[in-house]
C-alpha cells in the first residue's frame, strides 16, 4: 500500500553532491515519518537520517552531519536528501522508508533502492 521510489543516485567524485528522492504516488508522505537508510557492500543497513511528519524534527547519523540535508516538500509529495562533501565511504545503496518511527529507525514500508557510488 505504501510504495516508494527513489531517484537521484549515481557516480559522483569526492566532494562532488547528489540530492536523491523519495517519491509517493498511492499515498500522501505528509502524513508519515520518513527514514533514510543505506547499505554499502558487505555491511548491514544503517540508518542515515530521519524527519518527521511536520518537517520540525529531524536526525543525523554523526557520520554524515554538516554534509546531508533531510527535507520535504509535501506539495510534490517528496522527501529529499541532499548529500554535499561526499566521501568514498559514503558509496552505498540508499534507500528511503515510511510507516515507522524516526526514535526507534524501524520501518514497515521501503522503496527499491538507489545507487550512490563515490569515486575518483
Known amino acids: 500500500q505504501l510504495q516508494l521510489v527513489e531517484s537521484g543516485g549515481g557516480l559522483v567524485q569526492p566532494g562532488g553532491s547528489l540530492r536523491l528522492s523519495c517519491a509517493a504516488s498511492?499515498?500522501?508522505?505528509?502524513?508519515?515519518?520518513i527514514g533514510w537508510f543505506r547499505q554499502a557492500p558487505g555491511k548491514e543497513r544503517e540508518g542515515v537520517s530521519c524527519i518527521n511528519s511536520s518537517g520540525g524534527s529531524t536526525n543525523y547519523l554523526d557520520s554524515v552531519k554538516g554534509r546531508f540535508t533531510i527535507s520535504r516538500d509535501n506539495a510534490k509529495n517528496t522527501v529529499y536528501l541532499q548529500m554535499n562533501s561526499l566521501k568514498v565511504e559514503d558509496t552505498a545503496v540508499y534507500y528511503c522508508?515510511?510507516?515507522?518511527?524516526?526514535?526507534?529507525?524501524?520501518?514497515?514500508?521501503w522503496g527499491q533502492g538507489t545507487q550512490v557510488t563515490v569515486s575518483s
Open positions: 522508508a515510511a510507516g515507522g518511527s524516526c526514535r526507534t529507525m524501524t520501518f514497515a514500508s
Open positions: 498511492t499515498f500522501s508522505l505528509d502524513y508519515y515519518t
